[in-house]
């Protein structure tokens, strides 16, 4: 990776110990994030797209120091910004901001809206509540697309959607460089999602900020996203162009997400379970407590060569001009730099070995 | 999926509203409103001096008389009034020793429970030290410290309560501080102290006030107990303690009353704190009547005018039916409307629309599982041909326990933790087919193996913690199916689910109706599943049907402008990365809905027609619509008309 990048992680580790129990062996740490490696443009939207267990909303919480990163580092404008000391977090906190999932449980429920917007701005602003502050929540609340009347709210006095975008616009009255919106349409239902997505791009169109968009929906993280980063328990298995990966993924897993989302079209989605169906074994994936030598996607691979029993594949360069973390790029068969989809369908029943 | 249906209340005044229903919480404002008259202004109460002794013999341990209320101890002084001085007393022991209760423990407790580790237990070793010492040790230990009289003695029994104070704020605040709003506090980059100050201890507050009514009653009771002892209040002083204490003195000589005035006023004092404290919890406590799942009584049923559907594969068939809910002050909101569905022996119906929309309340009221307070107004209901409408509960067990199964969102929360899955599966088979014990395990292992749970037979021994979502979920089909029910309701079934674990439970529904021939109620919000799995789609849209069609017909030529609006904000019906079409505004709330078509004031084609009056549910073919405009507006872009 290049040393240049506006926002960088490189090689994180996240790791978890697990607590010393008497009498018995302490279990091995679980390793939640395992190396992994990206980075932001200015203005851009890098998306984090993964299942539950995959560690992407630990990331998340590695770069917004709520978790202490284990190796690795995570460059900010050129500044190390791995496990920040205490002098220097409120700078850090100006710069990088965050919309959290639940809109329930993200804002407290002591505080009107004025408040939850307006801490921010005195913190890093040192501008007291006043006409001067409350003009800045105005204006945050009109750039979210919400009215005056909204100041005197508490969160149980709004939906879903509406505490999402008091969410952002106390994200925004900080002016940061970077948002990280973690699962942040998620509880929401699909019109009010929609909303909600046009108000970020919205907002990043006219403040320029990066987003870094973590998700399970690899939809929605595709039309947000300039580039996505696909994590399986741990890994990031699959980086590159958001559409380009979508259209041709070139690593089992992100193929199997894609044949798994369900398209609001009878005739498409028939084809898609065929797709899907290709996949089915019904293989759960490993514990993240006790991760195999190989592959974590291995089981459930329905191409699974042996070498992915034994070592974890290293990225290597992907058609898409991303990079994959896959055995069948490097030690499968000639793929022709052509997508594995094909492949897969044509390949798949006969579970290759080579 | 919750029918959230009662307008935000604000918490103020749905606290004061509960506290002013509860007798036992009136009773002791009322009593705590008299002691504080009694504490600030003695004198508006009193009628006498409480030191004014009335020496002529025969006004000496008086009864109860016109002038003397409560008639008069040992030195002829005026009971009631002492009593009514006494409260002074009482209130001021409660504020010293609650001053510094809470000044040491609550601030302990935050920093020990927000800074963790190592800090945190020390803290709480002394704490616990001191917390399994009698109080009234400590409270001795100050007196000999500093000098015996009250004031000194509450201090040491402050010092014991801050103990309690400190074990609560750090239990709290262990526990807030894993909520992302306070994840949120910290990203905003605000300080530990404004976060502890003004985040944390807000939340604190209730439950401290609670806390601190029950250990005032505690106080008073300690206060008395050492000024009984003789190590408390001066013996010429108005307060409870040493008033008991010269009464046992005497009493046995002038007989019961004596002990009756102050051990009346301390018993109550205690009782009332108390009470508000468990008035104040109870006030304070979540809004338990929304989640109750207790079922409402039966009552009278207007009769559905619509025909039911026949022929021998109708297996649940619904036909106009409203169900209400009375919110808090009793105004009654219409939840669901009009509703009518049938589902026949090997289809799936699915059943879409936005949270709020009455989904999941119209298979609750079908299945006769309205929720309290709610109940069905008008309505038919008709399952494998048989009218239901008005059955028992009783009854209606015997029916949904057999022929109907259910499959939930969350399978984990349904699945009893402490007990093994394989008796949870195989209950039900001893109850409905009267299967052995063992018979009854064998059949729940045969069942987890048709859902093809890996390795079912040592599933069957395992808790529900050691199943990941989706071989809960797989569980709980297994359930659901245990006696082959004639209709499975699936209630969300995939939407908590992975994506790639998604399509698994949805090729094993497909499976399991090929096989068995069940009809399914798919109730989802994702139009993705409905393509996938659904027959025929029925619409929901404010409590009310607004179209029913076949799978094809609502994905390519949709009537109503709902679903119309529903696939567009899919995204991915979208390419690109522009913005994505949305459905302006929200769900409206079931207490307002809309004069006129409910959609009206989200629809991009609303015209005066539509605001005026409720659109009626037309058939056209075989298909329902609710909308006025649905002949003249064209939902469907001409390209894929040709298409």
């Not at chain 1, 070139?250 to 898609?272: F, G, W």
């Not at chain 1, 594949?313 to 490097?330: D, F, K, W, Y």
């Not at chain 2, 006030?209 to 408390?232: E, N, R, W």
Request: net charge negative; with cysteine.
């Amino acid at each position: 990776m290049s040393g240049s990048a506006f926002f960088e992680v490189d090689d994180l580790h996240v790791h978890f110990a697990s607590r010393a129990k008497l009498f018995r062996e302490t279990p091995p740490p679980v390793k939640a994030v395992n190396g992994i490696s990206f980075s932001i443009e200015p203005g851009k939207t890098f998306g984090l797209v993964g299942e539950s267990g995959s560690g992407k909303s630990t990331v998340a919480r590695a770069i917004l120091q709520l978790v202490d990163v284990h190796a690795g580092t995570i460059r900010l404008d050129g500044d190390d910004v791995t496990n920040v000391p205490r002098p220097k977090e409120l700078a850090f906190r100006k710069k990088v901001q965050a919309v959290l999932q639940d809109p329930f449980s993200s804002l407290n429920q002591v505080h009107q809206t004025r408040r939850i917007i307006g801490d921010g701005i005195t913190r890093h602003f040192k501008i007291k509540p006043g006409p001067e502050r409350e003009q800045r929540i105005i204006n945050l609340l009109d750039e979210v697309g919400m009215s005056t009347e909204f100041l005197d709210r508490y969160p149980y006095e709004m939906s879903g959607g509406q505490r999402q975008r008091v969410s952002i616009a106390r994200a925004l009255a900080v002016e940061p460089e970077l948002i990280i919106a973690d699962e942040a349409t998620s509880a929401l239902d699909v019109s009010i999602q929609s909303q909600v997505i046009n108000v970020l791009q919205r907002v990043q169109a006219e403040t320029g900020v990066a987003f870094l968009f973590i998700g399970h929906d690899l939809e929605v993280v595709k039309h947000v996203s300039d580039d996505v980063g696909v994590m399986y328990l741990g890994y990031l298995v699959e980086q590159g162009d958001a559409d380009a990966i979508y259209e041709g993924p070139t690593h089992p897993y992100t193929e199997m997400l894609v044949a798994s989302i369900p398209m609001p079209n009878p005739i498409m989605q028939a084809s898609r379970r065929e797709l899907r169906q290709s996949f089915n074994n019904d293989a759960e994936p490993p514990s993240p407590a006790r991760m195999p030598p190989g592959c974590p996607f291995e089981n459930r691979c329905p191409v699974a060569l042996d070498i992915c029993r034994e070592e974890m594949p290293e990225p290597s360069p992907a058609h898409h001009g991303g990079q994959v973390r896959c055995h069948l790029h490097t030690s499968g068969p000639e793929l022709g730099g052509e997508s594995v989809v094909e492949f897969i369908k044509t390949e798949a029943r006969g579970q290759v070995a080579v | 999926m919750t029918a959230t249906t009662s307008v935000a209340q604000s918490p103020r005044r749905r606290f004061w509203g509960r506290m002013f229903k509860n007798p036992l919480g009136i009773f002791s404002m009322i009593w705590f409103v008299i002691l504080l008259i009694a504490w600030v202004w003695p004198e508006l109460l009193a009628t006498h001096d409480p030191l004014q002794q009335d020496v002529t013999l025969q006004r000496l341990f008086e009864g109860p008389s016109r002038d003397h209320w409560l008639g008069t101890d040992q030195l002829g002084r005026d009971w009631y009034s002492r009593v009514i001085f006494g409260a002074g007393y009482a209130f001021r022991s409660i504020l010293i020793a609650m001053t510094i209760a809470v000044v040491v423990g609550v601030p302990l407790g935050l920093f020990s429970g927000w800074r963790g580790g190592r800090v945190d237990r020390a803290i709480m070793w002394v704490n616990d030290v001191l917390f399994s010492l009698p109080i009234i040790l400590l409270a001795m230990a100050v007196i000999i410290i500093l000098t015996p009289s009250l004031d000194n003695a509450m201090i040491g029994v402050g010092i014991a309560m801050s103990t309690r104070f400190t074990r609560l704020t750090r239990a709290v605040t262990l526990q807030e501080k894993e909520e992302l709003y306070v994840d949120s506090a910290r990203i905003t980059g605000l300080s530990t102290r404004t976060i502890l100050a003004r985040y944390i201890a807000p939340n604190l507050l209730s439950s401290l006030i609670v806390q601190a009514a029950i250990i005032s009653g505690a106080i008073i009771l300690i206060g008395a107990t050492l000024s009984f002892l003789g190590i408390g209040a001066s013996l010429d002083d108005p307060d409870w303690g040493v008033m008991l204490n010269r009464s046992r003195e005497l009493f046995r000589v002038e007989g019961v009353w004596q002990v009756v005035p102050p051990g009346m006023a301390l018993i109550l004092t205690v009782l009332s704190f108390n009470l508000l404290g468990d008035a104040i919890r109870d006030a304070i406590g979540r809004d338990s009547s929304n989640n109750a799942l207790s079922i409402t009584k039966r009552t009278a049923v207007t009769a559905a005018t619509t025909p039911h559907a026949t022929g021998p594969d109708v297996v649940l068939s619904v036909r106009d039916m409203d169900v209400e809910f009375p919110d808090q002050s009793g105004r009654v909101s219409q939840i669901l409307q009009g509703v009518s569905l049938e589902v026949r022996a090997g289809e799936t119906l699915g059943v879409v629309g936005e949270s709020g929309s009455g989904k999941s309340m119209t298979m609750l009221s079908a299945l006769g599982l309205t929720p309290a307070p709610g109940r069905m107004t008008r309505g038919s209901v008709q399952f494998g041909g048989r009218d239901v409408t008005n059955l028992t509960e009783s009854e209606w067990q015997a029916i949904r326990g057999k022929d109907v199964g259910v499959i939930f969102q969350e399978p984990i929360a349904v699945l009893n933790p402490a007990i093994k899955v394989g008796r949870q599966i195989a209950e039900p088979l001893m109850i409905h087919q009267n299967l052995s014990k063992k018979a009854a395990l064998q059949r729940a292992g045969e069942l987890l193996a048709e859902v093809r749970v890996p390795d079912p037979v040592r599933r069957l021994d395992q808790y529900p913690h050691e199943f990941s979502g989706g071989m809960a979920q797989r569980a709980g089909i297994a359930m659901a199916l245990a006696c082959e029910p004639k209709l499975l309701i699936a209630d969300e079934p995939s939407t908590a689910l992975d994506v790639t674990v998604q399509g698994q439970i949805l090729d094993l529904m497909a499976e399991v109706q090929e096989r068995h021939k069940m009809a399914i109620i798919l109730i989802t919000h994702d139009l993705g599943v409905i393509a996938e799995a659904a027959d025929r789609v029925l619409v929901m849209y404010g409590g009310q049907v607004v179209e029913t069609a076949s799978a094809d017909d609502i994905f390519f030529r949709p009537k109503h402008p709902y679903s119309r609006a529903l696939l567009d904000t899919m995204p991915q019906s979208h390419d690109g990365h522009g913005e994505l079409p949305v459905i302006r505004g929200m769900v409206p709330s079931a207490t307002a809905w809309p004069q006129g078509c409910r959609f009206a004031p989200r629809c991009d084609f609303v015209t005066d027609a539509c605001t005026n009056d409720m659109p009626a549910l037309e058939t056209i073919g075989g298909d329902l619509v609710r909308c006025v405009r649905h002949g003249e507006i064209q939902l469907v872009p001409e390209e894929e008309m040709q298409a």
